[in-house]
């Protein structure tokens, strides 16, 4: 297979990003009248604006070919069609099966994966119910009124970000909590309020090995065995979501209260199978399957579009040539509306875990630069925050900015306010302010020279920072799906383009080793493996301040 440096596109692409660097967006627009509607796409639903990049046509084409010499669009066919495309893992990779409203069967190691899948919605769907119509009773006869998600990086970020998206068509049947940390001090303060003859857990576990979520639901069943005195209470207030049902069986759940996910989800790509369970139980089913059913529609258009017009496939461009070829270093996500505010946490784990990598497929060191890394949070709170370093630093960082036109929660003024603020700041990001505007200006105002002439190079903005703008009409549960898969295949194709393996995340298996071992030394109150001598002075210093070992 061809390096990627040597194809053809990715060439020009290097010569181009030399050209460009020198360009400003500012003459771009100027000559070019036509240059949002060429670099702008309106699906039903959502628009993404993508004019205000450092790109032409030229550009535009160019990477278009890239994504035709890497062939997107076969490696697309196999992921869909079930190839195990995870290749360190030997993995299918299927998170579009699990809102594929085809019945078609879809084969995975001679199982038809279609059928498994519509039975766990069916199994859900009805647990939904029973819940939520007060049928499915605690230990003593109450009906629940809580629900306890444990479970953490893919079976807490994606069901939890969905839940605080979409509140506002939350009827409050239940009352939601995450639990993801480790600290007692998270769940200590969920626990706290709660009755434990109303709280139903969820645990949350792909591997039922998470050192983190065992420890948190131990915790949990220990609290409701010390209030009921009855062993029994665990069948009527634990369920498990997992592929290992083995371990879950051991930790005391009982079978029937285990839904089913397999290995062919990845933990980050896995809110639409059960581990959306709480989504579904706050919202209803028929609100989960509108978000399965945005999703797929967003699979839909990702198979159908020709690179061109294909969200996924432009977004996931636009982030090569800014990384990769432009040497953008990192990527902020800055939605604007209030309900979208773990939409960044979110993606950080869905970019960063899938292609925060530096080998090929082919196990060969990567000698160019891969993904950026994924920040942000709420635009609007940012602006008083790090945007300062948006504008004025000499890094350039690219930014998605995601805001609705339409608020769920209207309240006179404040959605205008909210996004004058919002295309307000890509304007400026872009256009900038030079130096003579700003010396106009101040003269304007009436200051004099020595003051203009010390305050002025202060105030100037380059502009020239890229930003894509994608607009929803206003969130809601289809619109979300739409939005959260055209991220998951914009990663997919960035991850084919730069020759990643995006569906693995052995980076994260060091560290777990490393923190079993010290566990086991903290516990018994000495070191049992060498260290490097600040972790070992670290281990004692907590040792002896915690009065837990000798030093
Ligand atoms: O669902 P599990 O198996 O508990 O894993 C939780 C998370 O931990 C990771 O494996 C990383 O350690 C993620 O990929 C995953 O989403």
């Given amino acids: 297979m061809q390096a990627r440096p040597s194809l053809p596109s990715w060439q020009k692409l290097t010569r181009l990003a030399g050209e460009k660097k020198h360009q400003h967006m500012n003459d771009l627009f100027a ?69 594929r409203r085809s019945e078609q069967p879809l084969m995975v190691d001679g199982e038809n994966i279609t059928a498994q899948v519509q039975s766990q919605l069916v199994k859900m769907e009805a647990f939904v119910n029973q819940v939520r119509q007060g049928h499915w009773l605690g230990y003593s006869g109450k009906r629940i009124t809580d629900i306890v998600n444990i479970g953490v990086g893919g079976s ?25 940390n480790v600290d007692g001090a998270q769940i200590v303060e969920i626990l706290r309020p709660l009755d434990p003859q109303k709280v139903l857990f969820i645990v949350s576990s792909k591997t039922f090995t998470t050192t983190e979520t065992l420890l948190n639901a131990r915790t949990a069943l220990n609290w409701l065995i010390s209030a009921s005195f009855d062993e029994t209470a665990v069948a009527k207030h634990f369920v498990a979501v997992t592929a290992n049902k083995e371990n879950a069986v051991k930790f ?13 989800v990845g933990g980050r790509f896995s809110l639409w199978s059960a581990i959306g369970l709480p989504v579904a139980l706050d919202l209803g089913f028929d609100k989960f399957k509108a978000l399965l059913d945005g999703a797929d529609n967003m699979d839909r258009h990702f198979v159908q579009a020709p690179p061109e017009q294909n969200m996924p496939v432009i977004m996931a461009l636009l982030s090569v040539w800014n990384t990769t070829f432009l040497g953008a270093k990192s990527q902020a996500i800055l939605p604007y509306d209030q309900t979208l505010h773990m939409l960044s946490s979110y993606l950080q784990q869905a970019e960063m875990e899938s292609n ?46 995601i805001g609705s036109v339409t ?32 010396c106009a200006d101040l003269k304007a105002k009436g200051r004099e020279a020595p003051y203009i ?10 502009g020239n920072r890229p930003t894509n703008t994608i607009l929803l009409k206003r969130i809601d549960p289809a619109t979300l799906g739409m939005l959260i898969a055209a991220y998951e295949h914009k990663i997919f194709v960035q991850g084919i383009i730069l020759q990643i393996c995006s569906f693995d995340q052995w980076g994260v298996e060091l560290g777990k080793g490393l923190a079993a071992k010290i566990q086991q030394e903290l516990q018994a109150g000495e070191t049992r493996v060498s260290h490097d001598c600040s972790t070992e002075n670290l281990i004692h210093y907590y040792q002896k301040v915690s009065g837990g070992g000798a030093v």
């Fill in 156 to 180: 807490n970020l994606g069901p939890q970000m969905v839940t605080e998206a979409l509140k506002h068509y939350s009827d409050n049947s239940v009352n939601m909590h995450y639990v993801s």
């Fill in 453 to 462: 002439d010390a305050v002025a190079p202060h105030k100037v903005h380059k």
């Fill in 31 to 99: 000559a070019d009248s036509e240059r949002f509607n060429k670099f702008s796409l309106e699906l039903p639903g959502l628009l993404l604006d993508y004019s205000k990049n450092l790109i032409d046509d030229e550009t535009m084409s160019v990477l278009f070919a890239l994504a035709r010499e890497t062939d997107v669009a076969a490696w697309r066919e196999k992921m869909l069609r079930g190839d195990k495309i995870n290749q360190t893992e030997n993995r299918a990779v299927l998170h579009t099966a699990l809102r």
């Fill in 407 to 438: 608020s769920v929660t209207p309240v006179k003024g404040h959605h205008e306010t909210l996004m004058a603020n919002f295309f307000a700041q890509t304007q400026a990001l872009m256009t900038g302010v030079n130096e003579e505007e700003i």
């Fill in 252 to 264: 005391g759940i009982s079978q029937e209260n285990i839904f089913d996910i397999w290995d062919w």
């Fill in 356 to 401: 925060g990598k530096s080998v090929s497929w082919h196990g060969d060191e990567l000698d160019y630069a891969t993904v950026p890394s994924i920040w942000g949070q709420l635009g609007i709170n940012g602006q008083h925050a790090f945007y300062q370093y948006l504008h004025q630093s000499n890094n350039v960082v690219p930014a998605d900015f």
